[in-house]
């Protein structure tokens, strides 16, 4: 039986005989179906997957139309959780280079545009470079937290204090004025 040099998800290389490789796929996705609870790849895809990992070239793709895109929310502050010892940069490569990502996203480790305000001067250079050593398309992240306007440490009232006394409108009127805050430092 002839057998197709190939690798594994890891990217560990094996050489497998076509059965192999069809079996191993009807495995995956059928496991990848049954987590996600949504239909198995039908015999076609299966098909398709085994021509595709079969082939003895070097690259290899896809048709155009059938990509996946991988995509990580907030990679760099990953590792910053895990006390990994890497710089933003070399994180964002390693989403690119080793785990094949199509998008990458600079964030702060808190993730608010609030405490980001004050320290955009110092993510700018961090950015360009990233821009200048990356190819996918690199996103700046953060978002709305509304809670950090909320007292004791922001100007409004805190709507979570005022909601179990009853001051409904208060609350309303305290969110509302946290947004405007909010707006203010995203734009």
Excluded: W
């Excluded at 609030?114 to 990356?134: G, N, S």
């Excluded at 204090?161 to 009853?166: E, H, I, R, V």
């Amino acid at each position: 039986m002839e057998k197709y040099r190939t690798r594994m998800g890891d990217g560990f290389s094996v050489e497998m005989t076509e059965a192999e490789i069809r079996r191993d796929i009807e495995e995956g996705t059928q496991d990848a179906a049954n987590r996600a609870k949504i239909p198995p790849l039908i015999d076609d895809e299966i098909r398709y997957l085994v021509e595709l990992f079969k082939s003895p070239d070097n690259a290899v793709g896809v048709k155009r139309g059938n990509e996946v895109i991988l995509s990580y929310d907030s990679g760099t502050t990953k590792f910053k959780r895990a006390n990994v010892s890497v710089s933003k940069i070399q994180s964002l490569q390693i989403y690119e280079r080793m785990l094949g990502s199509d998008t990458l996203e600079l964030a702060h480790i808190d993730y608010s545009f609030k405490p980001v305000k004050p320290i955009v001067v110092f993510e700018q250079p961090i950015l360009e470079q990233a821009l200048l050593m990356t190819i996918p398309p690199l996103f700046y992240g953060a978002m709305p937290n509304l809670g950090l306007y909320s007292q004791p440490d922001g100007p409004c009232p805190n709507p979570a204090d005022l909601l179990p006394k009853g001051k409904i409108a208060e609350a309303r009127a305290s969110y509302g004025e946290a947004v405007e805050h909010a707006v203010k430092d995203m734009v």
